[in-house]
């Protein structure tokens, strides 16, 4: 699962490891289709990363409140103060982890469910 699941983090291929997801940063919304080294197909089916955006919208809310208590009640900024910074991180986060949030669902589904991601398929 460890395996798995950093080769998610490294945007990599989460059967293999060798492939990777994103063929350049430029392209920042663009994912190949299928794996260049063992050819596993992504986009398993229609839709099939919505998911994705529960892993991005949770890791974004978290470090909201971590921010909005650290930032609060730890250093004394006004929710005024705060509305734009956070505004900001409410947005920038998710653009940011955008590939990291479909890359760690593909490799929660390969942990979770094997079907489809057995080497002989
Ligand atoms: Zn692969």
Same mark, same amino acid.
């Given at each position: =699962?460890?395996?798995?699941?950093?080769?998610? +983090?490294?945007?990599?291929?989460?059967?293999?490891?060798?492939?990777?997801?994103? &063929?350049?940063?430029?392209?920042?919304?663009?994912?190949?289709?299928?794996?260049?080294?063992?050819?596993?197909?992504?986009?398993?089916?229609?839709?099939?990363?919505?998911?994705?955006?529960?892993?991005?919208?949770? +890791?974004?809310?978290?470090?909201?409140?971590?921010?909005?208590?650290?930032?609060?009640?730890?250093?004394?900024?006004?929710?005024?103060?705060?509305?734009? &910074?956070?505004?900001?991180?409410?947005?920038?986060? &998710?653009?940011?982890?955008?590939?990291?949030?479909?890359?760690? +669902?593909?490799? =929660?589904?390969?942990?979770?469910?094997?079907?489809?991601?057995?080497?002989?398929?």
């Amino acid at each position: =699962m460890g395996t798995i699941l950093g080769r998610g +983090w490294r945007l990599r291929c989460p059967r293999c490891g060798e492939g990777r997801l994103y &063929p350049s940063a430029r392209r920042w919304f663009v994912m190949h289709e299928r794996c260049e080294a063992c050819n596993l197909k992504y986009e398993r089916d229609r839709g099939y990363f919505l998911g994705s955006t529960y892993i991005n919208y949770g +890791w974004t809310g978290m470090l909201l409140v971590v921010l909005y208590f650290g930032l609060h009640f730890g250093c004394g900024f006004t929710n005024t103060q705060l509305s734009f &910074p956070l505004a900001a991180v409410f947005i920038g986060v &998710p653009i940011v982890m955008w590939r990291h949030a479909r890359s760690i +669902w593909l490799a =929660m589904d390969c942990v979770f469910d094997r079907t489809g991601f057995a080497e002989d398929e």
